[in-house]
Nanobody, 123 residues
Framework: QVQLVESGGGSVQPGDSLKLSCAAS????????MGWFRQTPGSQRESVAL???????RYLDSVKGRFTISRDTSKHTVDLEMTSLKAEDSGTYYC?????????????????WGQGTQVTVSS
């Protein structure tokens, strides 16, 4: 099976920077999409940054110019560099992946999620 493990996150002040990292494990034969979503209480999970073969970097409008996504398709990792953080960037950030993988018997394609990491931006 495939697992996503996140690291990074924490509490920072407005204007600070933070980096989130996500690494996948498993027999991954094709890395279709990797990226980051975030969710705040009472709100739906929203896409913050995604990277695919056809679109290496797609960002939520509110983070353009401040966040940078980096995907390594050989290591199956994805990082999110966040700069000039604002209070509205706070939330739980989830690593997301769309992989084609081998489960020991079949080649399958599925979506996977990390456990979530908290980002709090507050003065």
């Amino acid at each position: 099976q495939v697992q996503l493990v996140e690291s990074g996150g924490g509490s920072v002040q407005p204007g600070d920077s933070l980096k989130l990292s996500c690494a996948a494990s498993g027999i991954i034969v094709r890395n279709n999409v990797m990226g980051w979503f975030r969710q705040t209480p009472g709100s739906q999970r929203e896409s913050v940054a995604l990277s695919s073969r056809d679109d290496p970097a797609r960002y939520l409008d509110s983070v353009k110019g401040r966040f940078t996504i980096s995907r390594d398709t050989s290591k199956h990792t994805v990082d999110l560099e966040m700069t000039s953080l604002k209070a509205e960037d706070s939330g739980t950030y989830y690593c997301f992946a769309d992989f084609t993988y081998y489960n020991g018997s079949f080649y399958l394609r599925n979506d996977f999620w990390g456990q979530g990491t908290q980002v709090t931006v507050s003065s």
